[in-house]
Nanobody, 120 residues
Framework: QVQLVESGGGLVQPGGSLRLSCVAS????????MGWYRQAPGKQRDFVAD???????NYADSVKGRFTISRDNAKNAVYLHMNSLRPDDTAVYYC??????????????WGQGTQVTVSS
């Protein structure tokens, strides 16, 4: 079992910044991918960004140039630095991780989500 716990959401004014954090724990041998998705009310869950072990980083077009994803492999953590926030960034943000357990089985896990609200 691998668990993900997010933190850092909240209410911010348009143009402001927030940093989301996510830490993975449990029976982890290695983590290949860590990333973020978001889901606005009444909409599907959409990809935001991810970072692959070895360096590749991917962003949704809507956040390029405003959001930065980073990882701390020693802590099994991923962060999302969000700048120039807009009202349409309002959503529940979910952390995602995929990798290999100590039992050498594959895992993919989701966090419980953290609310980000951008409003004046």
């Amino acid at each position: 079992q691998v668990q993900l716990v997010e933190s850092g959401g909240g209410l911010v004014q348009p143009g402001g910044s927030l940093r989301l954090s996510c830490v993975a724990s449990g029976s982890i041998f290695s983590i290949q991918t860590m990333g973020w998705y978001r889901q606005a009310p009444g909409k599907q869950r959409d990809f935001v960004a991810d970072k692959i072990s070895g360096g590749a980083t991917n962003y949704a077009d809507s956040v390029k140039g405003r959001f930065t994803i980073s990882r701390d492999n020693a802590k099994n953590a991923v962060y999302l630095h969000m700048n120039s926030l807009r009202p349409d960034d309002t959503a529940v943000y979910y952390c995602y991780a995929a990798g290999v357990t100590r039992g050498l089985g594959a895992f993919s896990s989701w966090g419980q989500g953290t609310q980000v609200t951008v409003s004046s």
